[in-house]
């Protein structure tokens, strides 16, 4: 169940979780790896998770979801049993972090508090983010399907991401969009994430004003008030099923 094999690899990897502490949060200056330990939540709930990930992957029942809700219970911070996660994983601050059971973590990204790696809806199967090396993503973002965050891009707090993102881009926004792709600002007609052309919904308004001038022709030849239609604007609805994953 947890042999020697899998006790010298959590070791090894709450040594890299630790340095990771060292190496990106300032506030850990002149911190001892002890201290960090005891009280960096964000430690605590992987030390906690890399146990649970064994022993899930061993088949034992039980154990590692209790093991998933105590870490949740001290820290604030929910890590699916089945999670994947790579070393040198930093989670600052902790509280309100969500990591889903098919979510997948590269080597050495870090976190801030309220990030979501979550699914769309009910579906089964691969529905949660694969996040690759060196990602850094905001507090407060929200990342959700089976989508693939490129390796060193950075992801701005309270983002929603729905779509991959490129390699070594920083994205923000709700939808997110790149605003720098390996430090520039992108450019050409694809640069605007925001405002797409929408060809059915242009169609749909060219039938709407041809509609209403039809009914101002039928009204004046019938000698009756034409008091023109309701239009309601029309509601954009891109992206994939939302339960779809
Ligand atoms: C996204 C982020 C990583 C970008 O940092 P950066 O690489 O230095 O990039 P810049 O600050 O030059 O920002 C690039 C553009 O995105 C905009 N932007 C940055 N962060 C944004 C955010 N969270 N939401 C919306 N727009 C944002 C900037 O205004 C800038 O716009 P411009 O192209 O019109 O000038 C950073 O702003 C961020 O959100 N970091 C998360 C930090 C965090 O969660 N801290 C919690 C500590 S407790």
């Known amino acids: 169940m947890l042999g020697l094999g899998a006790v010298s690899r959590i070791a090894r990897e709450l040594r890299r979780d630790v340095q990771a502490v060292h190496e990106r949060d300032p506030a850990a200056r002149g911190v001892s790896d002890v ?32 093991l998933a809700f105590a870490a949740r ?4 911070i929910e890590i699916h049993p089945a999670a994947k996660v790579g070393e040198g994983f930093f989670i600052d601050h902790g509280a309100g972090v969500v ?9 050495d990204v870090t976190l801030y508090q309220g990030v979501t790696l979550g699914g769309t809806g009910f579906a089964t199967g691969k529905r949660h983010p694969t996040i690759e090396d060196n990602v850094t993503i ?4 929200k990342l959700l399907g089976p989508i693939t965050i490129g390796h060193g891009a950075k992801v701005g707090a309270n983002t929603v991401v729905i779509h991959d993102v490129p390699a070594n881009s920083t994205v ?15 450019e050409g007609p694809d640069a605007d994430w925001v ?6 919904a242009d169609a749909i308004s060219g039938l709407a004003s041809r509609i209403g001038a039809l009914e101002a022709a039928v009204a004046e030849l019938s000698g009756r008030e034409h008091k023109g239609a309701e239009v309601r604007p029309i509601r954009s609805a891109r992206g994939p099923n939302p339960a779809g994953g």
């Not at 430690?43 to 088949?59: F, M, N, P, Y």
């Not at 923000?172 to 992108?186: A, L, S």
């Not at 405002?195 to 059915?200: A, G, Q």
Request: charged share 15%; net charge neutral.
């Open 35 to 66: 201290e960090v330990v005891v009280l960096w939540p964000g430690v605590q709930a992987l030390l906690s998770h890399r146990v649970a990930h064994v022993l899930h992957e061993a088949g034992v029942p039980v154990v590692p979801r209790t």
């Open 73 to 76: 219970a001290l820290t604030g």
């Open 99 to 107: 990591v889903g059971e098919t979510a997948e973590i590269g080597r």
């Open 138 to 141: 905001g507090s407060g973002a």
């Open 172 to 186: 923000v926004g709700n939808p997110g969009h790149p605003v720098r792709i390996d430090g520039k600002r992108p």
């Open 195 to 200: 405002h797409l052309p929408d060809p059915i």
